[in-house]
């Protein structure tokens, strides 16, 4: 699957985009962001508190409890800021 | 002009307000008002100085979010035209960030289509503004006040009549 991360989670993590192949039973975005935590500091502390962080399925907005797949674009960003 | 009457632009590039609003409204008899909002770089944010502001956005999913938004404005009011441009990169005070037209035959629906879109343009589309102060870079934290300005829309159904101008 497709991640990308904005704003000061692109900071923290190092990362804008990537592609990953986590386990067959992370298939929630909740679930894949305990396994992102794992992956390193950066991830761990851009991970360490999930309320100030929105989540994107497909490019549209989801939940943390939103069904993922191998084939979807997941986007892990800040509260949006623009106008 | 699209033949549906939306325009969404996401551009690096400045904008030209005059030329947007006439795009929306000529060669259309019907259109009796155009309301216009634009959104500038302040200098000033939370007690700091603002040297500039780069605004990130999520390309695809930005276009994405606007048109939906421009729908949902269009099934609220009678519009004839709405315009959305939004610019990213590194501006600085003074610059031109964003701007929404609309065009409808009175202007009751102008004005409240214009507020609605900027209201949830700000807290729907995926924008993230960064800041040059003083004491380095930061990150702009969205604010309640424009939750609740977004919210407040959801508690008010569409108002698709005509009314006198």
């Known amino acids: ?83 | 002009m699209s033949p549906s009457g939306t325009v969404i632009r996401v551009q690096e590039a400045d904008f030209d307000v005059g030329a947007e609003i006439a795009a929306v409204s000529d060669g259309q008899p019907s259109v009796g008002g155009v309301a216009a909002f634009v959104g500038l770089v302040r200098d000033i944010a939370g007690g700091a100085a603002v040297a500039a502001m780069t605004l990130e956005h999520y390309p695809g999913m930005t276009e994405k979010a606007l048109a939906a938004i421009a729908a949902e404005a269009r099934s609220r009011w009678p519009l004839d035209g709405v315009c959305i441009v939004h610019r990213f990169g590194r501006l600085l005070p003074g610059d031109r960030i964003v701007l929404v037209v609309t065009a409808s035959a009175h202007r009751d629906a102008a004005f409240d289509g214009c507020r609605f879109l900027m209201d949830w343009l700000k807290t729907k589309a995926p924008f993230w503004k960064r800041e040059e102060t003083p004491d380095g870079d930061r990150w702009v934290a969205a604010r309640s006040d424009d939750d609740r300005a977004a919210e407040r829309w959801l508690a008010t159904p569409a108002p698709l009549s005509e009314k006198a101008p």
């Open chain 1, 1 to 83: 699957m497709k991640l990308l991360y904005f704003a000061w989670l692109k900071q923290r993590t190092g990362i804008s985009e990537e592609t990953v192949s986590p386990p067959d039973d992370v298939r929630t975005v909740a679930a894949l962001v305990d396994w992102l935590r794992l992956r390193g500091p950066g991830y761990a502390d851009a991970f360490a508190d999930l309320r100030p962080i929105r989540v994107a399925v497909n490019q549209e907005f989801a939940a943390f409890d939103s069904a993922i797949g191998p084939d979807d674009e997941i986007a892990l960003f800040p509260p949006v800021t623009g106008g």
